[in-house]
């Protein structure tokens, strides 16, 4: 990485091979202006923006990561700014010649003695919070469940002071919905794995209504959830001892009373990093992601798989450009082929809609600096550290290995939340460049910018400020225990999230790819 000074002109090149940088000073910087190393710039270049820092002719690669992001479509002379309008799209890596299990990394050291308290669960799965979860099978219940948990916030929760929150598990699907077509066992597992997440002991509640189409049985197939077979787990509206709205509503008030109960016996005790199921995200993207925050999450990424934690990360449109890396690092043939068979199936489900991966970057990504899908894709990859990738699951179902993790989501932001939940997720860390309010009801969600004039801007919703790294303050080592450490306290609860201390918490959005009726 090219430093050229502080204060002053300033830009980041990553890779030797690169011939186009990245614009680090807030405001971004004027034509004629000089850099250290000579170069001088010929047009304006935005914050965050790239400049060519050689004269890249028409047809000729533009290069970032080290990889081609773009061709040029006009010359492009030395000092100008490199944007979308004068290069063009690469084509995808081709999922029939991938690099298979090429480059697997070598184990990285074991790292022992890190800890953190959390809830222990029959199932051996462990919570960062206890939190009583109610399940619903159908949206109609929505409202009334709404209203059971605002009055069991009320009148019950202030007397089972070891119990975190309650949270209702409401959502758009259950009826109207072709419930037997391809593509509907992703909703439906996403809700039964919600239910199952750490989190919420284990054991959550239902409310049903009785005439959906999701029914209970469907929801919880025999065996999965043993705990549901007593009656007292689940509440039933149109069930005939309910006599009006209040006989249903005490219904449900009396089945949270006794979770709650059960809930409050339990206490944090010290678990091993390697309980923990880290979900890694990326939202609002800048063209700093990949040189600040994210390879920051990558080094607190490689210091969970060392301690055997479980680390997921996610959001399909954004690899599949980066895909031949990561095809590369699959611990075996069979993980390579499982990841590959999720890229088909999203091609295939976005050239259906008329689309491909080129419809991710947002309008907020362009101005922040990243001209289209590969760009952000190479940015984002550098969130999975460099450790072997152990396994892919598929979107909605539930993790059950160790180690570096292909956990396949779409990349909006509450999907995508919503399936690591489902995933088993109990720690959440969230990249953003452009900013973004984001959080979660179910786990602390760690908050990191990519460049400190955001960190600053919102000092009262970043948790960790990654920009320290554009401007040389910090290293990538640094802030990557950093966050590492910050883990380590939020999943205790010694340490609260901005999220968790303004209550930020974003619905739960399931990714339904079948059809309405
Ligand atoms: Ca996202």
């Known amino acids: 990485m090219d430093r050229a000074g502080i204060l002053q002109p300033l830009y980041i090149r990553v890779h030797p091979e690169d011939n186009v940088a990245i614009i680090v000073n807030e405001g971004g910087l004027q034509p004629g202006t000089t850099f250290g190393c000579g170069l001088v710039l010929v047009d304006a270049v935005p914050e965050a923006h790239k400049v060519a820092l050689t004269s890249i002719n028409l047809g000729d690669p533009i290069i970032r990561y080290g990889s081609v992001i773009g061709y040029a479509e006009v010359p492009i002379p030395m000092g100008s700014w490199v944007h979308e309008g004068v290069m063009r799209l690469p084509e995808p890596p081709d999922l029939n010649?991938?690099?298979?299990?090429?480059?697997?990394?070598?184990?990285?050291?074991?790292?022992?003695?890190?800890?953190?308290?959390?809830?222990?669960?029959?199932?051996?799965?462990?919570?960062?919070?206890?939190?009583?979860?109610i399940s619903t099978t159908v949206q109609?219940?929505?409202?009334?469940?709404?209203?059971?948990?605002?009055?069991?916030?009320?009148?019950?929760?202030?007397?089972?002071?070891?119990?975190?929150?309650?949270?209702?598990?409401?959502?758009?699907?259950?009826?109207g919905v072709a419930i037997d077509a391809p593509g509907a066992e992703i909703p439906i597992r996403t809700l039964r794995n919600i239910s199952l997440n750490p989190n919420l002991g284990g054991?959550?509640?239902?409310?049903?209504?009785?005439?959906?189409k999701l029914e209970l049985s469907r929801l919880m197939p025999n065996g999965t959830f043993p705990m549901l077979a007593p009656k007292s787990y689940v509440v039933r509206l149109q069930d005939e001892e309910h006599q009006g709205f209040e006989s249903m509503v005490a219904a449900i008030m009396q089945m949270a009373e006794g979770r709650l109960?059960?809930?409050?016996?339990?206490?944090?005790?010290?678990?091993?990093?390697?309980?923990?199921?880290?979900?890694?995200q990326c939202g609002g993207s800048d063209a700093f992601s990949g040189v600040t925050a994210n390879p920051?999450?990558?080094?607190?990424?490689?210091?969970?798989?060392?301690a055997g934690a479980t680390v997921m990360f996610s959001e399909v449109t954004e690899v599949r450009d980066a895909i031949n890396l990561l095809t590369a690092r699959a611990a075996d043939a069979t993980v390579a082929e499982q990841l590959i068979h999720e890229m088909d199936w999203y091609d295939k489900y976005l050239s259906k809609g008329g689309m491909d991966r080129s419809?991710?970057?947002?309008?907020?990504?362009?101005?922040?600096?990243?001209t289209n899908i590969v760009?952000?894709?190479?940015?984002?990859?550098?969130?999975?550290?460099?450790?072997?990738?152990?396994?892919?699951?598929?979107?909605?179902?539930r993790v059950t290995k160790k180690g570096l993790i292909f956990a396949a989501t779409p990349a909006s932001d509450f999907v995508c939340g919503t399936l690591q939940l489902a995933a088993g997720m109990n720690m959440h860390v969230f990249t953003t460049g452009r900013g973004t309010p984001?959080?979660?009801?179910?786990?602390?969600?760690?908050?990191?910018?990519?460049?400190?004039?955001?960190?600053?801007?919102?000092?009262?919703?970043?948790?960790?400020?990654?920009?320290?790294?554009?401007t040389g303050d910090a290293t990538i080592q640094e802030v990557g225990e950093h966050i590492f450490k910050f883990i380590l306290d939020a999943a205790s609860g010694r340490k609260a999230t901005w999220t968790d201390r303004w209550g930020l918490h974003n619905e739960f959005v399931l990714f339904n790819p079948s059809p309405i009726t």
């Open 140 to 175: 109609c219940v929505s409202s009334t469940v709404d209203y059971a948990v605002k009055r069991i916030k009320a009148e019950l929760l202030p007397r089972y002071p070891h119990v975190d929150d309650v949270i209702a598990i409401n959502h758009s699907y259950g009826c």
């Open 261 to 280: 109960a059960v809930l409050n016996d339990r206490r944090r005790v010290t678990r091993p990093a390697a309980d923990l199921v880290v979900g890694l």
């Open 375 to 397: 760009e952000k894709a190479l940015g984002s990859a550098a969130k999975a550290g460099t450790s072997a990738l152990a396994g892919v699951f598929g979107p909605g179902e």
């Open 203 to 212: 054991a959550p509640l239902v409310v049903s209504l009785g005439c959906e």
């Open 438 to 470: 984001y959080g979660l009801a179910m786990v602390p969600v760690i908050k990191v910018a990519t460049r400190t004039p955001l960190a600053k801007k919102w000092p009262d919703l970043i948790d960790v400020d990654a920009g320290v790294i554009a």
């Open 296 to 306: 920051a999450l990558g080094y607190a990424a490689d210091l969970l798989v060392r």
């Open 97 to 133: 010649c991938l690099p298979i299990s090429t480059a697997v990394p070598e184990p990285l050291p074991p790292l022992t003695g890190y800890t953190f308290e959390g809830f222990v669960n029959e199932d051996g799965s462990v919570g960062t919070k206890n939190i009583l979860g």
């Open 359 to 370: 419809a991710n970057p947002t309008p907020g990504n362009k101005k922040g600096g990243l």
